[in-house]
């Protein structure tokens, strides 16, 4: 049984491919062999979850501390050193890919005397006082699993003194006393000191991780999906790349083709000074697209170029996670793009016609999905003027009533009513009410958020980032364009233009005609050459 596995450019690949080391680090493997930018990191393979006892404990710890040696050697910095400090996160990665629905600990390594050795590093106090806060808060979300709102009333706090908007407003003497005020919350929630050996954070949070593959979320998303539970989680340990190093520095999440309409476009989400929670987690709204094809127009090039080496090399489309520090492309993990059935079949046509699959392997990939049930839904006109316009990260129609959390949606829905989740974000914790909406609507997050990713996998219409929405949860109400709707009231949402509606609008249908006239031409085709081949073996018989 091996402990663990090296991913960089001169390692071998996982033998046991991603059943052995997870989905994430498997593909992780394969984009260092081909040349393309991944920081240094190691793998602990699935395996792991078998072991049991009290050997464990230190057969792990000594893989933690075999796996750390390596990157030392990779990047020329030491872990939890005074001088030159690495830091790394600590992330899951099942067999199957899962997005947001287990764990993942960033800035493992950060303590009073290393937080000082990042500045010495890299000259930027923002950056190693917004990391350590970072630190501390995921780690007692993830590993002590402390209740986030404490933690959550001291950012606002923060945020209400300093007169910001975000914690990016934040400065460096204002982060450095909200981690003070969250170590001492740690503390008083606790009974204890946030541990301060990096050795001991690196194997807290490595045991959190492989734990959250039994977080009732992640048991809800296999149970939806068909996943079964014997498989367990890989967790990857990689070397810190800060997208929240300021200037040109930023995180995101690429699809290399539209995942609600195929499209073969880059379709993205970004922000500056931020790291890839900033755009997953769906709490903020994102509004750097523009920006970094504006202020960085190299890297941007090299992104979408990135986008075909992607598809060249996995065959399929693909949704890739990035971070750029000072100015310094990485990417941190790719997978299989989710999509509606609508993409599927459109980027099912597209791969075909440029030669990326066979028309046998296009039929093969579309081999579980209904051809005749699929459909794109839009607002038959006259509209009346929109509500407010989000952004739209799934296509079709929804016709609902508001469901403000994720027990409404499942009252609604056992009455009989189709329900929309209304939130200020939408976590994936959400995926019950997820899985019976016929739509989503937040007030924050991405297009590309783990909450968006999934409710597209799911087929639903998902509107994020809503302008003027907001949530009256005592006294079940919301309010969205200045007017003020109770729970139970009907919305139509229009996920085609973004658009959000008051009652209940009639939608229209559409088929996906040349996508469907090309199918049925490979499947004609197939049949052919099945009878040539046929005829062929008679007569050589």
């Not at 796996?67 to 030159?84: H, P, V």
């Not at 498989?231 to 790349?241: I, K, L």
């Not at 520095?249 to 195929?262: D, I, K």
């Not at 200020?424 to 924050?444: H, K, Y």
Request: net charge negative; glycine share 10%.
């Amino acid at each position: 049984m091996v402990d663990l596995y090296p991913i960089l450019p001169e390692a071998p690949l996982a033998k046991g491919g991603a059943e052995e080391v997870g989905n994430k680090a498997w593909n992780l493997m394969r984009l260092a062999q081909a040349g393309l930018p991944v920081p240094p990191a190691f793998v602990l393979p699935t395996s792991w979850r078998l072991r049991q006892g009290p050997a464990r404990e230190a057969a792990l710890r000594q893989a933690l501390t075999d796996g750390i040696a390596r990157l030392e050697i990779a990047t020329g910095l030491k872990f939890g050193a005074a001088r030159r400090p690495l830091l790394v996160s600590v992330r899951s990665g099942a067999a199957a890919s899962m997005p947001g629905m287990m764990e993942t600990v960033l800035d493992v390594g950060l303590n009073g005397e290393t937080v000082e050795a990042l500045i010495r590093l890299t000259g930027n106090p923002r950056l190693a006082w917004d990391s350590y806060r970072r630190l501390v808060q995921g780690y007692a979300e993830v590993v002590a699993e402390l209740p986030t709102a404490p933690f959550d009333a001291l950012v606002a706090a923060a945020l209400e003194q300093a007169d910001a908007s975000s914690e990016r407003e934040l400065d460096h003497r204002s982060l450095r006393a909200l981690t003070l005020a969250m170590l001492d919350c740690y503390r008083v929630l606790t009974g204890s000191d946030f541990p301060a050996d990096p050795r001991e954070q690196l194997v807290s949070a490595a045991t959190a991780v492989f734990r959250s593959w039994d977080a009732p979320k992640a048991v809800s998303y296999r149970r939806l999906n068909g996943i079964g539970e014997e498989g367990g989680t890989a967790v990857t340990v990689q070397s810190m790349v800060f997208g929240n190093a300021g200037g040109a520095s930023g995180s995101g999440v690429g699809f290399t083709r539209n995942p609600a309409t195929g499209a073969p476009e880059f379709y993205y989400d970004f922000q500056f000074d931020g790291q890839g929670e900033d755009v997953v987690a769906g709490r903020q709204r994102l509004g750097d697209r523009d920006r970094l094809r504006a202020a960085l127009p190299a890297v941007f090039a090299r992104l979408t170029a990135i986008c075909r080496e992607l598809e060249a090399l996995f065959r399929d489309a693909q949704d890739f996670e990035f971070t750029i520090q000072s100015g310094t492309l990485f990417l941190l993990q790719t997978r299989r793009a989710k999509r509606t059935d609508w993409a599927a079949l459109t980027i099912a046509v597209d791969m075909v016609a440029e030669g990326l699959l066979t028309p046998a392997e296009a039929l093969e990939r579309l081999a579980g999905i209904d051809l005749e049930a699929v459909v794109r839904t839009s607002l038959k006109e006259p509209l009346p003027p929109p509500l407010a316009t989000a952004l739209a990260a799934g296509v079709g129609v929804a016709v609902g009533a508001i469901a403000l959390d994720a027990d409404a949606v499942k009252r609604l829905v056992a009455t009989g009513a189709p329900a929309i989740l209304v939130r200020r974000d939408t976590a994936t914790t959400d995926i019950e009410g997820m899985a019976l909406a016929v739509g989503i609507l937040t007030a924050s997050g991405g297009r590309t958020s783990h909450a968006a990713v999934v409710a597209r996998h799911l087929g639903k219409v998902c509107l994020v980032a809503c302008p003027g929405l907001e949530i009256d949860l005592e006294k079940r109400q919301c309010r969205i364009g200045g007017t003020i709707f109770d729970e139970g009231d009907f919305l139509s949402l229009d996920g085609n233009a973004g658009a959000v509606y008051p009652g209940r609008l009639a939608p229209l249908t559409e088929r996906p005609e040349r996508a469907l006239e090309a199918i049925a031409e490979w499947r004609r085709g197939a049949a052919q050459n099945s009878a040539a081949a046929a005829s062929l073996s008679q007569i050589i018989a």
